[in-house]
Structures are given as C-alpha cells and as structure tokens.
C-alpha cells in the first residue's frame, strides 16, 4: 500500500495550495481519508479527513479555509488564505476498510507560507 502526497511548495501568506495524494496498492473507497501536519518542533496534528460517505472534518485552526475532497483513490486538501502558521510538513494517510483510525501514511510534502 503506497500513498503519495504531492502539491507542496513555498507561498506567500494569504496564497493558495492544493495537496494531493494518491493510492494505490489496494481499495480506498471504504476508507477514511485524510490530512495531517507536522511543523519543526511540533507534534504531527490532525488537519483534516474524510469518511467513506463523504462526511469531512477539521481542525479548528482550519476550518473555513480548508476543504478535503476525494476522488476514487485520490485524496485533495485545498488551502486558502494561508498563514505562516499553517508551515510544516503536510502527510495524508487511510484507515483500513471501514475503518476510521488511521492505518497507512503516506510520504510528507512540505508547505512553507512566508509572511
């Protein structure tokens, strides 16, 4: 089972970036999932995540300015009006088959907002 994130890069605070992952090596669609970051220092966070029904859920620090999608085996983080503190290594992950406790992680691709 692989997931590979991609989509990180250097913007400037206020810009967008759009994560992707992509899955592959056995069937995402009875998973959860989602988002999580780690910025230097800091323990890794929850983001974001996603349900096998479509229900998302988020962090506080980004609700309104982030939204997770999924695509058969691809999973999406949009992510608008970005502050320095969203700055750190962005990791998507899956659960099992309907299951909701993350199981399988992806490589980390790194956002920097510079202010």
């Known amino acids: 089972v692989q997931l590979q994130a991609s989509g990180g890069g250097l913007v400037q605070a206020g810009g967008s970036l759009r994560l992707s992952c992509a899955g592959s090596?056995?069937?995402?669609?009875?998973?959860?999932m989602g988002w999580f970051r780690q910025a230097p220092g800091k323990e890794r966070e929850f983001v974001a995540g996603?349900?096998?029904?479509?229900t998302s859920t988020y962090a506080d620090s980004v609700k309104g300015r982030f939204t997770v999608s999924r695509d058969n085996a691809m999973v999406f983080l949009q992510m608008n009006n970005l502050k320095p503190s969203d700055t750190a290594v962005y990791y998507c992950?899956?659960?099992?088959?309907?299951?909701?406790?993350?199981?399988?992680w992806g490589q980390g691709t790194l956002v920097t907002v510079s202010s």
């Open positions: 090596g056995r069937t995402f669609s009875t998973s959860t």
């Open positions: 996603i349900s096998r029904t479509g």
């Open positions: 992950a899956s659960s099992t088959a309907f299951r909701t406790d993350y199981t399988y």
